[in-house]
């Protein structure tokens, strides 16, 4: 029997309020707990939080005062959920561990939905964004060992390689060049806007993430690095939202976010290891069921049409974080060299790119190549965790202390 | 990116590691072994064991003897910073003693163990935020390089990693209890102070 949210009940709203005491959490061990557990809390607290953020814009534009208070109670709820998840994250991790899970969330979500996905040019943009979020993890993995004395491979635990992806400098682009088209919202598959969504949520609070992080460090090179991928998510942030039709109506869409979380709560109730985390998971897809109810309500009242005709008929395949590791061998193997032009791929570097470039990088090493080479000035190379032999391209193999 | 700051009062990864890079190392080490010595069985648990006492010792001591005094000047409130700092220190070293009467591969040590990580991770963790980072504000940072070359002399007479074989993995333990190795440690530190004072 497959799980279709839209027949399932859950907990109705007035019972899903939360003391501060169940509030209060015990966050998973920095050192025991699964990498990927570690990946499913930072991904479903992107979910939230764009959930909440859906429903304030949602809000501002909504002249109805019983839908913005419906609105209101939902998300009063969605808060309590996003808290109970992001403090799951235990205080003892710093902010550049807790960078390290975020990228490997971006490498293995990113890397599982290109899989995935259905259609063509989304599967393509899906297959550019992971190749820069590969490269990400390579670099504040070596910040990781430069400030903090300790190796990545702690917290990735050889799930994801820690190799050189499309080299950071070459993700500042034209901001032109970061807008795609968007799928047709009439003859999309479902699927699609799931993916969509899910992947512009997790770069949207990875890109928060950053902007506030970023300056609580001394070290300059780690304020600097920030920035640098800070920027880079900016793109990202833009690449993916530009992939959803801005012709969704507003009930349209709020039906597919609360759908999207009922997808994610159950996937990761079905994937997760740790029991108590699990918990978790199952009871808040019961709250979100409700939620979904209550949005297809809206969307029947306001938009005059069936839920089931933007949704899809059952439930995906559950969403699961694991290795991708062949997968972006093969990728590095084919893409390293793409950039965008326009909304499509080029592989040469274009007059506009070429200018961009210059103009940030005023004839320096931006700081994501510094950080690699003041390692190898450190440690005699780079750190890498290379668990499936040799870089795929040449160019990109182990660079020795003789660089220096 | 200005060579000004670089080179100023913040520091960075390619100088001379100073007394904090240290401190903050030995903290990530602390923390791996905790995870060696709960997943090692038999003789390796035991010498992974005596491994942790040691690296405890060397690194608890370094911090009583030369990093809080000179955080209880430094920093604002500093006595009470350093204050809650050794409170916590004394109960791990308890926690520790009460550990070395146990037997490795027993239930009772798996609970106490387990107490001590929480106990130890938590302290490591208020150092770096409550005291480390602004020490790195307030004092030279000649002054704590230099700590840091003291720190280095005295633990490199101190035996971090016992040679397997050279020794049974059990007669590490016997002649490294808890209280034994911080008296040695702390003998260590004298010599050193005394030498480069």
């Given at each position: 029997m497959t799980f279709n949210p839209l027949e399932e009940r859950g907990i109705p709203l007035d019972r899903q309020l939360r003391t501060w005491r169940e509030l209060d959490v015990e966050p998973v061990d920095p050192d025991h707990a699964d990498p990927y557990t570690k990946c499913r809390i930072i991904a479903m607290n992107g979910i939230e939080i764009e959930s909440i953020m859906f429903g304030h814009n949602f809000t501002r534009v909504c002249p109805d005062l019983e839908v913005?208070?419906?609105?209101?109670?939902?998300?009063?709820?969605?808060?309590?959920?996003?808290?109970?998840?992001?403090?799951?994250?235990?205080?003892?991790?710093?902010?550049?561990?807790?960078?390290?899970?975020?990228?490997?969330?971006?490498?293995?979500?990113?890397?599982?939905?290109?899989?995935?996905?259905?259609?063509?040019?989304?599967?393509?943009?899906?297959?550019?964004?992971?190749?820069?979020?590969?490269?990400?993890l390579y670099r504040y993995a070596n910040l990781y060992e430069l400030i903090q004395h300790r190796k990545a491979e702690k917290i990735v635990d050889g799930l994801t390689e820690v190799i050189p992806g499309r080299p950071t400098r070459f993700h500042h682009r034209h901001p032109a060049d970061n807008v795609r088209e968007p799928y047709d919202r009439t003859t999309v598959d479902p699927l699609s806007r799931l993916h969509a969504l899910t992947i512009m949520a997790a770069e949207q609070q990875t890109l928060s993430f950053y902007l506030n992080v970023g300056p609580q460090y001394m070290e300059p090179i780690a304020r600097q690095l920030y920035q640098e991928i800070a920027m880079i998510e900016e793109e990202h942030v833009t690449h993916y939202e530009s992939l959803v039709d801005p012709g969704e109506t507003w009930w349209e869409r709020l039906v597919t976010h609360e759908y999207n979380e009922c997808y994610l709560y159950y996937s990761f109730m079905e994937t997760e290891s740790d029991r108590r985390v699990r918990a978790i998971w199952e009871l808040h897809l019961n709250m979100e069921l409700e939620h979904l109810r209550l949005a297809c309500d809206l969307m029947r009242r306001n938009d005059g049409r069936e839920p089931e005709e933007v949704l899809a008929p059952e439930l995906p395949n559950v969403l699961t974080f694991e290795p991708n590791k062949a997968y972006l061998r093969e990728l590095l193997d084919t893409?390293?060299?793409?950039?965008?032009?326009?909304?499509?791929y080029v592989q040469e570097a274009h007059e506009r790119f070429e200018r961009m470039q210059e103009a940030l990088m005023g004839g320096e090493d931006p700081v994501s190549d510094q950080v690699v080479t003041r390692h190898v000035e450190q440690f005699g190379e780079d750190y890498r965790v290379e668990t499936e032999g040799p870089h795929p391209d040449p160019t990109l193999r182990r660079r020795e202390a003789s660089h220096r | 990116m200005t060579e000004e700051r670089t080179a100023g009062r913040v520091p960075t990864a390619t100088m001379d590691p100073d007394v904090i890079d240290l401190l903050i190392g030995q903290h990530m080490e602390i923390r791996d072994l905790f995870t060696e010595v709960e997943a090692a069985t038999g003789d390796a648990r035991a010498d992974a064991f005596g491994r942790l006492v040691t690296l405890l010792a060397v690194h608890e001591t370094a911090e009583e003897q030369v990093v809080h005094p000179m955080a209880r000047g430094a920093l604002d409130g500093g006595d009470d910073v350093v204050d809650a700092r050794l409170a916590e220190e004394r109960q791990a070293k308890e926690l520790l003693g009460e550990l070395e009467k146990r037997d490795p591969g027993s239930a009772e040590f798996d609970t106490l163990l387990a107490g001590l990580r929480v106990a130890v991770l938590a302290h490591a963790n208020s150092e770096e935020a409550h005291e480390f980072r602004y020490l790195r504000r307030t004092v030279d940072p000649a002054r704590l390089r230099a700590m840091a070359t003291m720190v280095r002399a005295a633990e490199a007479t101190a035996p971090t990693h016992p040679h397997p074989g050279v020794e049974s993995a059990k007669a590490n333990l016997t002649v490294g209890p808890v209280v034994a190795a911080f008296d040695r440690a702390r003998d260590l530190f004298t010599k050193a102070r005394s030498g480069k004072d």
């Open positions: 913005k208070r419906q609105l209101a109670e939902v998300r009063y709820i969605e808060q309590q959920q996003q808290k109970v998840v992001n403090w799951l994250l235990p205080g003892s991790a710093s902010p550049l561990e807790t960078t390290i899970s975020y990228e490997q969330v971006a490498v293995d979500l990113t890397a599982w939905v290109a899989r995935m996905e259905p259609d063509p040019y989304l599967t393509q943009a899906y297959q550019f964004g992971v190749l820069e979020d590969f490269d990400h893409q390293i060299d793409l950039t965008t032009l326009g909304t499509g | -």
